[in-house]
């Protein structure tokens, strides 16, 4: 405490002897070097900034803060002695984090894709912020056709957080009103819960260190844990609703609440298949619920399922986390700005905001026609459709948190020349047969020069559906 106060106050001071400055100077009618007074300026604004984010950070612009943190990973990576990882927000422009040197190679077999996840990306410890390789392995036991610059880490990041993430798996449940993720409670009982609850955490934290969006929408209450703010009563319908309701009910209920509700200080939990009690004071189970504790008991109860009972797996994820992403660099932002950081805009995206900051390579330009029915096709497609392009092109379904002009390397159209019937473009004859293709890692649709709109259509609808992994072509 006394540290941030120390701060603040010294900001606040020198901020203000500076304006009174500048305010006297100027009624004196003093010449000032406009360079010299914009300085002056400036670093009175800077000392007030670092005051805010010491202090108060959410007082200052979440792109503010976004730009802060990139600068944090930033250091701690030249700090640390680790190169980009290619594919990340941080690569070099010039060769996208290719010429950096791999700290590790990890082998994934997509029919074992967790296992062998959990094999290799724990025990890299404190390396996990350096520059990952990745090799695919197909089902026949060799290597899939592609070459590593960015796209298949990325792929990896988004195929192993679907596969922990996925609530058929036992581990993590989704909130049924939006959908939002969290570690089930029972996932601290058991070692190997534990393992994916903390992997999880490690490959959500390289997705922030990176700059790479994911499909990990947490939930409230579980975002609040990992930064370190309390969860209350008010956070439970986050987690259960139908919970809270109950709660709420017993604190109105106007009858004889012992006699009626006959309610005492435990709660129950189907657990492998056995109904387990615990107690939430000692001797609970003798200990009736009144008119005049039960304000106590439905606190005690939120924080039973809120933090005692998720404490473990909560801690598992958050120690993979802190892997990457320091926790302090975290409480830079808000619970729902955790998740815009995470997993970029949530709304469907928009084309014309694609549209003006894509680039053409190969022989296309805006006013290609091929370009131009590509665009049509993507104006008449579903948000899903339209999420599928973005994934088969990038990696990931929702765009950057401050749009496509912050989307690096940037979205790139390239020719792809096929062979066509000359009167293809009238209706005649055969259109270009060759399938759409991306590299990821490059952020670029390979497009074919197809000569029909409705060409066009078919074949980015099939290649959106189909392209699964780097056999397609």
Not at 139 to 149: F, P, Q, S, T, V
Not at 330 to 338: I, M, Q, S
Request: some cysteine; hydrophobic content about 40%; aromatic content about 8%.
């Amino acid at each position: 405490g006394g540290g941030s106060d120390g701060k603040r106050t010294t900001g606040g001071k020198n901020a203000t002897t500076r304006g009174k400055t500048h305010e006297k100077t100027f009624a004196d009618g003093d010449d000032l070097d406009a360079d010299a007074d914009a300085a002056s300026f400036d670093e009175a604004a800077s000392a007030v900034g670092a005051g805010l984010l010491v202090d108060c950070p959410h007082a200052l612009p979440f792109e503010y803060r976004v730009r802060i943190f990139r600068e944090l990973v930033k250091e701690d990576r030249r700090a640390a002695g680790y190169g980009a990882q290619a594919g990340g927000a941080d690569a070099n422009p010039a060769d996208l984090g290719q010429r950096v040197r791999p700290v590790a190679e990890i082998t994934i077999r997509r029919d074992l894709l967790l296992e062998d996840a959990l094999a290799q990306i724990p025990r890299l410890g404190d390396a996990i912020r350096g520059r990952l390789a990745v090799r695919y392995v197909n089902a026949a036991g060799g290597d899939e056709a592609g070459i590593d610059a960015g796209g298949l880490f990325k792929e990896l990041v988004s195929d192993v957080l679907a596969a922990g993430f996925d609530p058929s798996r036992g581990v993590f449940a989704s909130a049924p009103s939006d959908g939002a993720l969290y570690p089930c409670s029972d996932a601290g009982d058991t070692r190997e819960g534990l393992e994916i609850v903390e992997l999880m955490g490690t490959m959500t934290g390289k997705a922030l260190y990176e700059g790479i969006l994911a499909e990990a929408n947490l939930a409230h209450f579980f975002s609040k844990a990992l930064l370190g703010a309390p969860r209350t009563i008010d956070d439970l319908p986050s987690l259960d609703p139908e919970l809270h309701r109950s709660l709420i009910q017993v604190l109105r209920y106007d009858g004889d609440v012992e006699r009626d509700l006959a309610l005492d200080w435990t709660v129950e939990e189907s657990k492998f298949g056995a109904v387990a009690a615990f107690e939430l004071r000692p001797n609970g189970a003798n200990v009736p619920v009144t008119s005049d504790n039960r304000m106590a008991y439905v606190h005690a109860v939120a924080d039973f399922y809120l933090n005692a009972r998720r404490a473990r797996a909560n801690d598992a994820f958050a120690r993979g986390l802190s892997r990457c992403a320091h926790p302090g660099w975290l409480r830079l932002f808000e619970t729902h700005e955790l998740s815009l950081l995470l997993c970029g805009c949530r709304d469907d995206w928009d084309v014309e905001d694609l549209r003006t900051h894509a680039r053409y390579s190969g022989g296309y330009d805006k006013s290609s026609k091929s370009v131009a029915m590509f665009w049509s096709a993507v104006r008449s497609m579903d948000a899903a459709q339209r999420r599928a392009l973005l994934k088969f092109t990038t990696g990931s379904t929702r765009p950057p948190v401050q749009g496509f002009k912050h989307l690096h390397p940037p979205f790139t159209i390239h020719k792809v020349v096929g062979e066509h019937g000359a009167f293809a473009a009238f209706g005649f004859g055969a259109d270009v047969a060759r399938l759409p293709s991306a590299s990821t890692c490059f952020n670029t649709l390979k497009l074919p020069n197809y000569r029909r709109s409705s060409t066009m259509r078919e074949k980015l609808r099939y290649a959106l559906a189909e392209g699964k992994g780097f056999e397609l072509s």
